[in-house]
């Protein structure tokens, strides 16, 4: 039986919707496939469900094939595992709370490691019983600050959680494995290019941790890959560290005044001036050491200042910033944090003064300065002087300063050597589709999930995490192959193999389009009927380029005559057939 | 493939769980179905999914043939459309609540009402769109006072709801039918015997409403039927009113003292032995107006006092005055509730006192008095004299005393007549598996949902609610079928149609098996597989009946001679069979 346009709830939109940021949202709300309930909350509309449905498709096959067993948790959940594990609080604002009539702490899941550990603390107790993988394709929830992009970042979202159990860190490798390999055969089913990427693990902990995704110009995720294969998103990207280099016979640093430098180029046009090079050639930002002040907010409500140095030729990279500094957040100082600490003259922060150390292990502020990697001993730069109105020249690390330690803090620039050795690296972008990664025993060790081994004795067991988001995917495979027109669906995940449309008024129309329909049916492909009597043939024609079933068959006037028009919704190209032919000429 | 019990995700437990207080509960945890959460709250374990997942494929044909399209609209909702509904108040403690990190209220939905008939409104605006029935199986939310009882009353809980949009109230009852038709076919399907109810629509307001119930003498919910074909929940029956009497000739009330007169027995005797009746039959606690002071609390916080009035011989019945004062809430009044009102003497009140009428029409007090429907005028009443240590005899109803109404506050009682005039009713118990009502006008109302009817004329749409407990259904059916031994779950919704043992050490056993596995699985049927091969034959027995899959083969000794074992779960009959028949020889 087709589904009939004629009685489905289903109705186009003209206009889009106002808060429509990307393709995805506008296109699948104008056509039917989903309705904005509140910011980052959408309701599926029967059209809408059949792509999301076919996806999970997909994914349940290959979680079954890579001998993962489907499970279901419950969205509402106590707060006491997720207190034990420190996710709770880590979680910030993102997490919805609620309390029930009793007064109960209770939340919304955004993830569910707590949980899926609890459950296999219940049931299992020996190492015969691993290894193990569960997974669910379930709705989670986040509560994100700005919920835009339609299903791309949601607040009320569709997943696919995977969990793997093992007793050994082989096990764990193996499982990782199938997972990994379970969503490359996904990603290729549903036709998305895909890049692996080495991966920050996050709030999440864990050691091996990689995210697929989907190279794009309009990714909000940067990644960067050397030609020798190295990839790795920038939060996860680490610095080939330089020699350090010997300060033997460098001359001693001098304080110079350098009024009106507010800004590295300024400073930089200011030593030129009036401090050229002793070799002649020009300064330039990478000569000096620029020296930003964060303020860190400890999950506990605490407060604490951090100075990064970084060549002046970087910016910090708040991404990297925040993974660095993880779970506590990260902002600029303000001038509150510069009045309590006299001793940083904003403009001119440096390690040193003419008094000797300012910041660094052997100083007594109190506040942690953390050195870029690049900044390695026997390096020479021209810093801030914690003087108004003066820097220092020929500073040189090690000599002069010390730091209490390094991070990974400055952005990753194109041509940067990738720290596999595998050479230069280039940024691109992408879209996150997948991530896999070891959570190791994290979880396990903090709930006590323990089982006996083959000796008998007690060991922890390490797990793996496995996501994808499958509403998130259906956004960005519309995003993707959608075109002026509107949504132009990938077979894979068609809501329909074809779209049959009867125009005009002629009965013999209906007539024939009712024999295609069967026709096509008898094949096994799913037929969207365009049957609706009074509706012009120009708005049935939109209606279909805007829906995206792959397959347009068009029984117009030709009907009389036997034919009728095949039209393929992606290259545009119309071909006229014999009645007889349009099943068996399907692709 | 087979269901492999060596690797599934499955354990049985020799314990049941300390907190569960029904068969379904029980033995659905020790099953490894299902385990709990939090209170009321249970994550799905995959052989439980597959029976929920075999419900809900039902529960989808029958819609589809209904002419019902599926959407699915989010759990997490803002508040606004509840507000407008009244529901944000009505559902007091009821209702998960939280505020997301704007601080915007939200709550977690316990049904769809508000936001089918918004988006409805968004793209509907014809008549001729309509009617529509659209539906989901969506989970759902309720802070249950009391979660218990394991699946059949959680917090969180999956079912369907159907809503149905028509634009006059013939295609509403059109629209109710094909619901109403469509569940019974459903409950036929899943074998649940079933009475339709008249049934009080509740907090949903409405108009036709009726429940589906399953007669069980362990069900929640007491109906009452007649054998001429009465049937309803006792919230919803309604009293045949006698007709009024002529007061003429009757003599007057007369006050007597009674101390000691407690109760109504008590009361009771105190008459037959110092107010004899003038015919000389005895007095019996029907011939005592009993007065209830209840405190109904309502949405806005108020407290009002209201009095009860009915035949001695009924308490009032706590569902039928909470259905009678909805959405207030209703308790007894206190002591604080009767210092404010001294003119209602504890122990002794009535509508009259020596002085002229306490409550009725006629007083002053601000008090409502309502009256069981039996209490017309012209009934004679033995009845508290608002001064203590006394009664009234022969207190005249309409004469007397007046009411400011009747309301359905008494039990009902067996024997007592069906409104319909279809005979006495019996009392049965029954446990709700479904429910469909006419919602009417109210939600499109409030929520202005109207479209142009065929003259142009803007019309309010009328619609229907049609709810199933999807897992409440898969308590209720394992809670029915299950014997001593554990589940036997009707071939409809088995988790598999067959469970295979191998039992025994030898290579042949588990070969013969293998095959067994294969030819049964080419008729197209699904197989649980018990390969275990270090676990003792009493064990694999005990769990293939706690887990009730309908037909169990045992391959063991006999498997060197090509005999195995069908063994039916239900009766326990055992019949050998040769290896090659077993699959032909399934019922």
Redesign the interface.
Known sequence: MPTRLS???L?TLREDPSDAEVTSHRLLVRA?YI?R??PG??????IG?RVKAKIEKVVREEMAAA?A??????????REPYEVSGRWAEYG??L???Q??KG?D?L?APTHEE?FTL?VK???NSYKDLP?S?YQIQ?K?R?E?RPRAGLLRG??FTMKDAYSFDYTDAGLDASYEAQRDAYERIFTRLGLEYVIVKADAGAMGGSRSEEFLHPTPVGEDTFVRSAGGYAANVEAFTTLVPEALSWDGLPPAQVFPTPDTPTIQTLVDSANRNQPRPDGRDWTAADTLKNVVLALTGLDGSRELVVVGLPGDRDVDLKRVEVAFAPAEVEAANDEDFAKHPGLVKGYIGPWSADGAVLGETSATGIRYLLDPRVVDGTEWITGANEHGHHVYGLVAGRDFQADGTVEAAEVLAGDPAPDGSGPVELARGMEIGHVFQLGRKYAEALGLKVLDENGKLVTVTMGSYGIGVTRILAIIAELTSDEKGLVWPPAVAPFDVHVIATGRDQVVFDTAESVVAAIEATGREVLYDDRPKVSPGVKFGDAELIGVPQIVIVGRGAADGVVELWDRRTGERTSLPVAEVASRLP
Do not use: K
């Open positions: 009685n489905y709830f109705r039917g309705r309930q509140a909350v959408f309701a599926w509309l029967p469900l001998g067993h489907e499970v279901h948790f419950p969205a509402l959940l106590p604002d993102a919805f709370r609620l029930d009539r109960s209770m919304l949980v459950l219940d049931l299992y193990l569960i709705d929830y509560d600050a607040r009320e």
